[in-house]
């Protein structure tokens, strides 16, 4: 990933690029580091890394008991984890495919969300659940999805989709401080990009929008992989003199909203860009946050929303490719919403 | 513990974590133990078991060395074709030939099979084509054989969730009345197939309690080769997977997956308990994956090539060639037929693969919703005008 334009909060030393998944192992590694409590549980993380790598050498480093590989029960895994952070501890599960908190969902909706809340407050469940989302890796219907919106519509649960290096690292440290259940869905393709995280780069905090870039035209939302695309399709609509805003929510719940608003009544324009299929999706939500607000005077277009299509996600690559945004379609989007106003 | 890599999984090794495996295990697990069910030793021997027999002839014998030497070459061109970018994926089922092809030739054709990604051998003893399974690892289309033809469901991904499929299945073979009438043409059974990772899924140990509630028609056939991806089977349990089976009331052995006689012996037993109205059956096949999870996976990160060594000695279709040739039942000729056959299927799939038409664009909004949906078929011409506002969009289509 290629630097952001507007430097996220806290850079001093633009210096290091990593890659996110190294970013990931760097925020598990600092946290096992600095306390007793943190250990992260899943299947294949052990000795084997991750089935994307992520874990890598923690096994080695924090020992067995710390990196746990656990038996092929998602559900086993995240209730085992609800169950350790209610005893005091700070578990971070790894969902090997986020398609896989299906069969977690009990554990994930009805009891780490609601604990708190039907204790009155007399116990916390301060567990994360990271887990690789989205399509573009040739790995079909059933290993492809984004469901973030399924976890930001229950309360109780904070959503996190970190957009770069950088954020895969601090986010993710907030989490684990966070007293709260913290889902934290990391994009497939964004593993291999690198982006400047440096040393001694800290937390990200939860519930902050970022501005990637800013710009007079249109405001383009947009979460996880799509953020990185929008910043690619600002870059070719600037050549044609269009100017865009780039606004990346990373985390989705809470949702830190007054960034988006500000920024559609400046530009007038919202192009608000997902990868999950557009009905009712996580865009949705913003657009309505628009029309709930005064932004909604300064429109001088309809909101457009650029969705994945309704359809599971095929396997064949020329089908994959179709089926959720890319850049080319970012841009067709942009253009024809300054044709329209 | 003889088989994990050295410094993996030190928390399964005894003491810091609970017993030594050894005594919950005994002795030398690698074998399988003494209760595994063997009727062709590793070395070609003929043995008996006093519950279990081997009851066709020489000839059916022949004819299972002959399935499994085209399953393996199946098995060994798909992993080929992987390798020079004509598949995806592949999921490699070398060394699970016996299990499948005793298990799969057990079956009868109103019988029904809910598979994982990895039964090549089954799909081949019900009529499927293998270039149909190619087009599910190629990607050009999403698995879609017809089930009804072989019997023969869709390849299940998500570990696991096909027991439950195979269960509910078998329920309805009970409300269709063909279990227990007597008329072998008729009484059918189901056989679901999973692996050791996924016998610690909910869905499974959810659809034992299913099948035993209802006394169901199907056979649980595990897999137990030993590994799922980098686990070893130690994560996933700490008594031998059949002897599960009894917690959930009904019976479970442990059978040599490596050796076809046994497998069929015990799958036909098993299924014939099915058709009969007996209930559900737990089958261990015990066996081994000799290679890697799938063509994306490196076992030398994980596992020790000494244990693959021991293992290549008691290679399912070896044993029975040994037996054959020993005994006089076959000649080179026949031996050589078998090649040759491989050759051509091999040179089928080949062919075959780079043959099975691409998918079109537009093919990504048929089949979301049985009888389509207004919303789907105008986001198809929405996406088709898009596609036609490109001048090459006509190649695309
Ligand atoms: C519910 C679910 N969790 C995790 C995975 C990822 N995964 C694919 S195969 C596999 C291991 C399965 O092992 P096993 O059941 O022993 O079958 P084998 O691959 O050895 O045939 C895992 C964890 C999955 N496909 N589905
Ligand atoms: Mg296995």
Known sequence: MTATPTAPAGTTDQGRVITYSEAVREALAEAMSADERVFVLGEDIGVYGGAFGVTGDLYHRFGAERVRDTPISELGIVG?????????MRPVVEIQFSDFTCQAMDQIVN?????????????????????????????????????????????????VMPATAEDAKGLLLSAI??????????????????????????????????????????????TGVMVQRSLEAAERLAADGIDVSVIDPRTLSPLDDAPILEDVSRTGRALLVQEAPGHVGFTAEIASRIVESPAIYRLLAPIRRLSGLDVPIPYAPQL?????????????????????S | ???????????????????????????????????????????????????????????????FYRDMV????????????????????????????????????????????????????????????????LGLFRGVDQGGWDPNEGNFGLYTIVIGAQTLHGTGYAMGLQRDGVVGTGDPDRDAAVVTYFGDGASSQGDVNEAFIFAASYNAPVVFFCQNNQWAISEPIERQTRIPLY?????????????????????????????????????????????????????????????LSEDLEHWKLKDPIQRVKVYLTRNGLADQDFFDEI????????????????????????DIFDYVYAEGSPEIDAQREGFAAYLDSFETAGGHR
Not at chain 2, 98 to 125: C, K, M, N, W
Not at chain 2, 266 to 292: C, D, H, I, N, W
């Open chain 1, 80 to 88: 085992a984890a609800v169950g350790a952070a209610l005893a005091g």
């Open chain 1, 111 to 159: 009891q780490a969300a609601k604990i708190h809340f039907m204790l009155g407050g007399a116990a916390e469940v301060p567990m994360v659940l990271r887990a690789p989302l989205g399509s573009g890796t040739g790995a079909a219907a059933q290993h492809s999805q984004s469901l973030e919106a399924w976890f930001a519509h229950v309360p109780g649960l904070k959503v």
């Open chain 1, 177 to 222: 401080d966070d007293p709260n259940p913290v889902i934290v869905l990391e994009h497939k393709l964004l593993y291999r990009t690198s982006g400047p995280v440096p040393e001694g780069a800290g937390r990200v905090p939860l519930g902050k929008t970022a501005v990637r870039r800013r710009g007079r035209d249109v405001t383009i939302v947009a």
């Open chain 1, 320 to 340: 994959e490719t179709a089926a959720v945004p890319q850049v080319d379609g970012i841009v067709d989007a942009a253009r024809s919403l300054m044709k329209d």
């Open chain 2, 1 to 63: 513990m003889s088989h994990s890599h050295p410094e993996a999984h030190a928390d399964l090794e005894a003491g810091e974590f609970g017993p030594d495996l050894g005594e919950v295990f005994g002795p030398r697990q690698a074998d399988g133990g003494p209760e595994l069910v063997q009727l062709l030793t590793p070395e070609g021997e003929r043995v008996e078991h006093p519950e279990f027999s081997f009851d066709l002839d020489d000839e059916a014998i022949k004819g």
């Open chain 2, 70 to 133: 085209l399953t393996r070459r199946i098995d060994t061109e798909a992993t080929a074709l992987q390798r020079h970018g004509e598949l995806g994926i592949w999921a490699q089922l070398l060394g699970q030939e016996a299990a499948q092809i005793g298990s799969g030739r057990a079956l009868r054709p109103q019988d029904y099979v809910f598979p994982t990604y990895r039964e090549h051998g089954v799909a081949y003893t019900r009529g499927i084509d293998p270039l149909r399974l």
């Open chain 2, 243 to 303: 002897q599960r089976a009894l917690g959930f009331g009904f019976p479970g052995v442990r059978v040599d997956g490596n050796d076809v006689l046994a497998t069929y012996a015990v799958s036909k037993a098993a299924l014939q308990r099915a058709r009969e109205g007996q209930g559900p059956t737990f089958v261990e096949a015990y066996t081994y994956r000799m290679g890697a999870h799938t063509t994306t996976d490196d076992p030398t990160r994980y596992r």
């Open chain 2, 339 to 362: 090649d040759v056959e491989a050759e051509k299927l091999g040179e089928h799939l080949r062919e075959g693969c780079k043959a099975l038409p691409e998918p079109r664009i537009l």
